[in-house]
């Protein structure tokens, strides 16, 4: 199998960042961050749980899209009341697809602009305060930007961060755990000097000044920054044929590029 | 004791300056007609408290939201909700922007009749300096740590969209997730139900079909029969939403509120309204969403 697109490489990045979960919940909203969940259940990460993308916990990804004759496997039930049981108890890692982004990993979804009169209102911060102080948090973005990835903080901070300034009494909220962030350009995590940024790989083309130059906040690197592993023929048949067999992916990333550039 | 009543009825209960819960979940069956019904009324200067959808953004656009208790406003298969966002950026409205989490827990310290419930939810974030009522407390125990107080959320009239009620007030919920509905009706001195379908007490003499029971009767002042009633968001396992409509009405948003209202809403009952739409057989062959 020669060729995969960057969706193809961005959800098997994706679904690296579930390795080592265990039996937790995978939140993943959004369709790549979907797409790399189910791989990562189907492949190295079995006992995840996961649901239909409503009330119910389902024993193997239902695929996205029309579903023909598909019925969803359930094997439990996880309403939205019980979801914020789950929450609290941390058995949970959400990916989640930010509108803006900081050098903190301080998240929004609520706002542009001036709070009271914003120059554009998107959803209002959901559920993110609370994920963010609760369980895991990863991130996709598809759109690598100095308009995603924000110079000093974001607009509205729903989902926190690595922010001492606003943590009650300066004390990191013991639950707080960011993981890792996939783009179109790179993958990055939390591990630089006080959990600051860090790139990790640089997708196939991609240089680290051209991550740099993306964002509004400056960048820690790991030692010797490699290549984002291509996806396997095995990764790549889950995907096409069982994952995502109408091709939504193609419309996952503006212009739908190839994976090498 | 018979608690049927008409739509308007239902509306009626609701005066201007009141704190109104709205039952259901972004695009997921909203009380659509009794929305409708109110926008009919001059009422005005509520207080909402939803997990929106076009609930939201009908009153919105309708000038009757004076402070709004939100964690989001969306309609799912439309992500963003037009009309919440041209009131929002105008600045219409006050706004109570909380985590969705925080909302319920303000529901169920009201629903228990206490100030506030602890939780951790919110520190770190734009929701406590954007709501700078919302105090914290030290625990009296021996962690001591600081949690936040989530002040109760009172509410004077919820409206809940339910599969089935009987004259009662029992009701059941036969969509997959029955969401927030109980902690609404809970939190709130009335409550009132539109239903499906109006059935006989004996529908609900059975131990499975009572585990999509959650609202006790004595939560429930009155119940309106609306089949079709939260058009167009979806009402599982019996209707979908009608993303075609949602799209209709979120073009509204730019200049078509009022050729939008006198189509569909003004000095139209349900039955006319479904008529607009489509008809009963139409709505019902909406598919289910897939998420």
Known sequence: ?261 | MNKTCAIADIANAIESGMTLGIGGWGGRRKPMAVIRELLKTDVRGLTIISYGGPDVGMLASAGKIAKLVFGFVSMDLVPLEAHFRAARQAGAFEVMELDEGMLQLGLKAAAARLPFLPTRVGFGSDVLSANPEIKTIASPYADGETLVAMPALPIDVAVCHVNEADELGNSRITGPDPFFDEWLCRAAGQAFLTTEALVDADAFNDPLTALQMPIERSLVQGVAPAPWGAHPTSCGPKYGMDVEHLRVYSAAAKGGWTDYLERYILGKDLPAYLLEVGGPEAVGALPLPVF
């Open chain 1, 1 to 261: 199998m020669s060729g995969y697109s960057l969706a193809e490489l961005c959800i098997c990045s994706a679904a690296e960042a579930f390795r080592g979960d265990g039996e937790v919940l995978a939140t993943s909203i959004g369709l790549v961050p979907r797409l790399g969940a189910g791989l990562a259940k189907l492949t190295f990460e079995p006992g995840l749980m996961i649901t239909d993308g409503e009330a119910y916990l389902v024993r193997e990804p239902v695929p996205v899209g029309p579903r023909g004759d598909y019925r969803p496997k359930i094997e439990g039930l996880m309403t939205y009341e019980r979801v914020f049981d789950l929450i609290y108890k941390g058995k949970r890692h959400a990916m989640v697809t930010p509108v803006q982004v900081d050098r903190f990993g301080q998240m929004n979804i609520s706002i542009i602009g001036d709070y009271e009169r914003p120059k554009t209102a998107l959803l209002g911060v959901r559920g993110y305060p609370g994920n963010t102080i609760s369980n895991a948090n990863s991130m996709f973005l598809p759109q690598h930007t100095t308009r995603a990835f924000v110079a000093g903080e974001v607009d509205m901070v729903g989902g926190i961060g690595y922010n001492p300034t606003r943590w009650p009494n300066g004390q990191q909220p013991k639950h707080l755990d960011l993981r890792r962030i996939v783009t179109n350009l790179a993958v990055m995590d939390f591990q630089g000097p006080n959990h600051a940024i860090r790139v990790i790989s640089l997708h196939p083309g991609v240089s680290f000044d051209e991550v740099q130059d993306n964002t509004g906040f400056e960048l820690a690197a790991v030692p010797e920054l490699s290549t984002t592993p291509a996806p396997t023929n095995t990764q790549l048949t889950l995907i096409r044929e069982r994952l995502d067999p109408h091709g939504l992916r193609a419309g996952a990333i503006p212009g739908n590029p190839p994976g090498v550039r």
